[in-house]
């Protein structure tokens, strides 16, 4: 079993910036990707950005130049810096994990419970 906690999220005006971060535990877990994901009232979830283990990195063209996603493999901490921000942006954020247990081949994902990010003025 993995946990994500997720944390960061807040209220924050226009063009202001935050920073979100993942933490992960669990034991026997081989990561292969991790990401975040958002989902605004009336719409559907969406990739904002992902990280694979060979550090791979795509971004949701509505936050490329804007976002930023980063991990610390000591802290097995995930990150993203989030700038220039948007009212578009509002929306809870989630945490991802992708990978497989020691010993399997077999994919597991995990979800964190996610933490809202507001953009208004």
């Known amino acids: 079993q993995v946990q994500l906690v997720e944390s960061g999220g807040g209220l924050v005006q226009p063009g202001e910036s935050l920073r979100l971060s993942c933490a992960a535990s669990?034991?026997?877990?081989?990561?292969?990707?991790m990401g975040w994901y958002r989902q605004a009232p009336g719409k559907q979830r969406e990739l904002v950005a992902s990280?694979?283990?060979?550090?791979?990195?795509n971004y949701a063209d509505s936050v490329k130049g804007r976002f930023a996603i980063s991990r610390d493999n000591a802290k097995n901490t995930l990150y993203l810096q989030m700038n220039s921000l948007k009212p578009d942006d509002t929306a809870v954020y989630s945490c991802?994990?992708?990978?497989?247990?020691?010993?399997?081949?077999?994919?597991?994902?995990?979800w964190g419970k996610g933490t809202q990010v507001t953009v208004s003025s």
């Open positions: 991802n994990v992708l990978g497989t247990y020691y010993g399997s081949s077999r994919l597991w994902t995990y």
């Open positions: 669990g034991s026997a877990f081989s990561i292969n990707a």
């Open positions: 990280i694979s283990r060979s550090d791979s990195i």
